[in-house]
């Protein structure tokens, strides 16, 4: 497993393009990267390899984005799973991807991205065992929900999802659905502070190696990180095609997102009942 401090203003978008680099040039040097993690309140970011040597695994990262890890250690990767449970979480995401009827070179998606409240200072606070069975009963959640609306799960991040529906309004459902669950779960278990933030956007992204890229994808990430926690945040073509579908909005104005030279005007979804 290797460590890279990958610095201010690197994103998670950026951590699946190296990622996706490594992998086009692994079997070049016999590696195989088999996942990654990224903290993003720490800007730290973990690359779990099988390799024969450090110095081979240094070699992929070296030829495919240069990103040279600080530090490179020998890890028990059964150990590594039963601990953290991201091993089989990607492989199953990947797996379903694959087997779901992945969209053709350009397709229409809504994508989702979650994301945890505070997930290192939740560790932090409850230590390791009872932060993990937490984050379990989280994921689970969250993968229940997504069924009903015809969601895929693209990858697993550690503290959140990336997912993916063919519609908008199936989108916003199945984010209401989530946060309803989620309030639920938090009445009736004690010490249950997780707050989950939602963020939505749809445009074509594109497929590749099972994972989606392009500006849908870039949106939906930012528009996430300005939801407040519990909150559902949509860019104005989510609203818009959700027209007549029985939603509210409240409109938030407009927004500054990194990357894009336009504002955009973002809306929150109204899911508490009264």
Known sequence: MDRHDAGEGVTAEDLAIAHLKDVMVQEKYGVKYLTYWFDDERSVA????NATSKERAERV????????ANAIIEVDGGVVEEFLGKISDTAAAEENFRKSDPP???AFRTIMFTDIEGSTALTERLGDSRAMDLLRTHDNLIRDALKPYDGREVKHMGDGFMNCFPSASGAVGCSIAIQNELAAHGKNTEDWPIRVRIGLSAGEPVEEHRDLYGAAVQMAARVCRLAQPTGILVSNVIRELSIGKGFSFTD?????????????RLYEVEWRKD
């Open 252 to 264: 938030r104005g407009e927004a500054e997102l990194r990357g894009f030279k336009e504002p955009v």
């Open 61 to 68: 990262h070296r030829e495919a984005h240069g990103l040279i």
């Open 104 to 106: 053709a070179e350009s």
């Open 46 to 49: 973990f690359c779990l390899v």
